[in-house]
C-alpha cells in the first residue's frame, strides 16, 4: 500500500464548478505539500501545510492531522485549471528533507 | 534567478549508451535531488545531495551515478541505459530552513530504445 493515497485519480469537471481533490498518508509526518504540474510537465509548489487552512486566489488547503487527511479545493475553477495536481509529505521520521508523493490528481477543467 | 535548470529536454538513447543529465541551481541551495516520474505513480527519489561533495540513495538508484563537487551543479549519469529508464526525470533544490519549499526542474524526458 503506497503512504500516500489521492483520490480521484482522474477529474473532469465544468468551468465554473467547486473541485475537490484527496490526499490520505498512513505515516507519521511533519509537513503536506501540494504541488501542481502544467502539461507542459513543469512542477510548481503550491502549498506547504503542517497544521489547519492555506488560501491562495482561488485554491485552499486544508490538513486534518489526527485523520491523517489533507484537501485542496479549487473554487471557481477554470480551464487553466487543468493540470495534474500532487500531494507529497514530510515524514516525521528519516531525513526531514525527502519528499514521498502521491500518484497525482489528474483534473481537466472543460470551458 | 534562473532557478533551477536541467539540459537536455529531450533524449533519446539506445540501449547500453550512457549519458549525463544536467542540473544547475542559482540559489544557493545545499539540498538538492533526482527524480523519476513515470505513468501512475508519484515521484520516486533517485538519489539526493546535502551539500558539495555528499551525495546518498534515494528510493530507486541502481543504474544511475550522482557527483555533487559544487553547490550549484547536480548531474545524473546513467552508466549503461536500459528501456526500463524510460521516464521522465526531474532535478529539485531545497530551501535550507523550514519549510524547505521544493523548487523543481523543467524535467528531461528520456526514452530507451
Known amino acids: 500500500k503506497n503512504e500516500v493515497e489521492q483520490s480521484p485519480q482522474n477529474l473532469t469537471a465544468q468551468e465554473g464548478e467547486f473541485i475537490t481533490i484527496n490526499c490520505s498518508y498512513s505515516?507519521?509526518?511533519?509537513?503536506l505539500h501540494w504541488l501542481q504540474q502544467h502539461p507542459g510537465g513543469g512542477i510548481v509548489s503550491l502549498f506547504m501545510l503542517s497544521s489547519g487552512k492555506k488560501k491562495h486566489g482561488r485554491l485552499i488547503a486544508t490538513i486534518n492531522i489526527q485523520e491523517k487527511h489533507s484537501s485542496l479545493h479549487i473554487t471557481a475553477s477554470h480551464p487553466r485549471d487543468s493540470a495534474v495536481y500532487i500531494c507529497a509529505v514530510r515524514l516525521s521520521s528519516g531525513s526531514a528533507r525527502q519528499l514521498t508523493f502521491g500518484s497525482g490528481t489528474q483534473l481537466t477543467v472543460l470551458p | 534567478n534562473a532557478g533551477v535548470t536541467q539540459t537536455p529536454k529531450f533524449q533519446v538513447l539506445k540501449t547500453g549508451q550512457s549519458m549525463t543529465l544536467q542540473c544547475a541551481q542559482d540559489m544557493n541551495h545545499e539540498y538538492m535531488s533526482w527524480y523519476r516520474q513515470d505513468p501512475g505513480m508519484g515521484l520516486r527519489l533517485i538519489h539526493y545531495s546535502v551539500g558539495a561533495g555528499i551525495t546518498d540513495q534515494g528510493e530507486v538508484p541502481n543504474g544511475y551515478n550522482v557527483s555533487r563537487s559544487t553547490t550549484e551543479d547536480f548531474p545524473l549519469r546513467l552508466l549503461s541505459a536500459a528501456p526500463s529508464q524510460t521516464s521522465v526525470y526531474f532535478c529539485?533544490?531545497?530551501?535550507?530552513?523550514?519549510?524547505?519549499?521544493?523548487?523543481f526542474g523543467p524535467g528531461t524526458r528520456l526514452t530507451v530504445t
Open positions: 529539485a533544490s531545497q530551501s535550507g530552513g523550514l519549510p524547505y519549499e521544493q523548487y
Open positions: 505515516v507519521g509526518i511533519s509537513a
